[in-house]
């Protein structure tokens, strides 16, 4: 999952979080797979994974759908806990 807003003229690293549609622990946020995100199947986010890619890698595979703002922001809250 990106975390960052990421377009043509995108250049440097972004951070993104991986998906899992397998693992279980304490710090994943899961996330319904439904026709706005596009997720193939019911998944969840990451965060303690969290990595940075080149920004040119994720806009030669553009991301698909959208989480929405309740996932992301806790995404983001999630995030911050595993930096600190």
């Given at each position: 999952?990106?975390?960052?807003?990421?377009?043509?003229?995108?250049?440097?690293?972004?951070?993104?979080?991986?998906?899992?549609?397998?693992?279980?622990?304490?710090?994943?946020?899961?996330?319904?797979?439904?026709d706005?995100n596009?997720?193939?199947?019911?998944?969840?986010?990451?965060?303690?994974?969290?990595?940075?890619?080149?920004?040119?890698?994720?806009?030669?595979r553009?991301?698909?759908?959208?989480?929405?703002?309740?996932?992301?922001?806790?995404?983001?809250?999630?995030?911050?806990?595993?930096?600190?």
């Open positions: 999952m990106v975390l960052d807003e990421v377009d043509i003229n995108s250049s440097g690293t972004i951070d993104i979080v991986p998906l899992t549609a397998s693992a279980w622990g304490g710090d994943l946020i899961s996330i319904e797979a439904d706005d596009g997720l193939p199947r019911d998944s969840s986010a990451v965060p303690s994974a969290l990595m940075s890619l080149d920004a040119s890698d994720i806009i030669i553009p991301p698909r759908g959208n989480v929405g703002d309740d996932v992301l922001n806790k995404l983001f809250e999630a995030v911050e806990d595993v930096q600190s």
